[in-house]
């Protein structure tokens, strides 16, 4: 019931089109759902997070789209860029656990 | 990078040598976690933090231990090193009060053991 399931594990996307990463969860506990990027050689950093009482957040180019009732999350990277290849994880906590529980990881190439 | 180092950052030992990672951090967070990423596993918990001398375990601490004898620094050990600790070791902070904010991480540090 902890696990966050993340998909897929790789993806290839041209310059300009649109990125989707899914994650699902099974813990209804759960209240905060942060995505992290990753570069090669770097520790993950934020990137745009969402808390259950709504639908989606958008930030610039990055939107989380969030189904309480189905208990899934998605990023969307809209106009996706070269600079955008990067390895995304999703998370997700329940209040006062102060811990995160992750996705595996999507390793998310833009081509030129 | 919310002033967090990690020593060293790359390390080659033998099997059943003893390894100590650090990580240090300049900013007073009171917590503080050890992550091992390796491929197709995402970030697994080992250890992590609420304050000096409180630590709990994280999903993968067989094999790990750590000490915060100070706020600013948390060490993780290996005591016997062995080939399936091979990895590479992430140190995070939480900033904030809530259980819901940022985890910011540092630069990592890349673990052989042979």
């Known amino acids: 019931q902890q696990q966050v399931k993340q998909s897929p594990q790789s993806l290839i996307v041209q310059k300009g089109g649109i990125s989707i990463i899914n994650c699902a969860y099974e813990?209804?506990?759960?209240?905060?759902f942060p995505w992290y990027q990753q570069f090669p050689g770097k520790g993950p950093a934020l990137l745009i997070a969402?808390?259950?009482d709504v639908s989606e957040k958008k930030e610039g180019r990055f939107t989380i789209s969030f189904n309480k009732s189905a208990k899934q999350f998605s990023l969307h990277i809209m106009d996706s860029q070269p600079g955008d290849s990067a390895t995304y994880f999703c998370a997700a906590s329940n209040g006062g656990n102060y811990q995160l529980i992750w996705g595996a990881g999507t390793k998310l190439i833009i081509k030129p | 990078d919310a002033g967090i180092t990690q020593s060293p950052r790359h390390k080659v030992t033998e099997t059943g040598t003893p390894v100590t990672l650090r990580c240090h951090q300049t900013?007073?967070?009171?917590?503080m976690y050890w992550y091992r990423q390796d491929p197709g596993h995402g970030l697994r918990l080992i250890h992590y933090?609420?304050?000096?001398?409180?630590?709990d375990k994280g999903e993968v601490s067989d094999g790990y231990s750590v000490s915060r004898s100070k706020t600013e620094d948390f060490l993780l050990t290996l005591e016997s090193a062995t080939s399936s600790q091979t990895s590479v070791y992430f140190c995070?902070?939480?900033?904030?009060?809530?259980?819901?904010?940022?985890?910011?991480f540092g630069p990592g540090t890349r673990l052989t053991v042979l």
């Open positions: 969402i808390r259950p």
């Open positions: 933090s609420y304050g000096v001398k409180d630590t």
């Open positions: 900013e007073n967070h009171r917590y």
């Open positions: 813990n209804t506990a759960f209240d905060y």
């Open positions: 995070a902070i939480m900033e904030g009060q809530g259980s819901a904010d940022t985890q910011y």
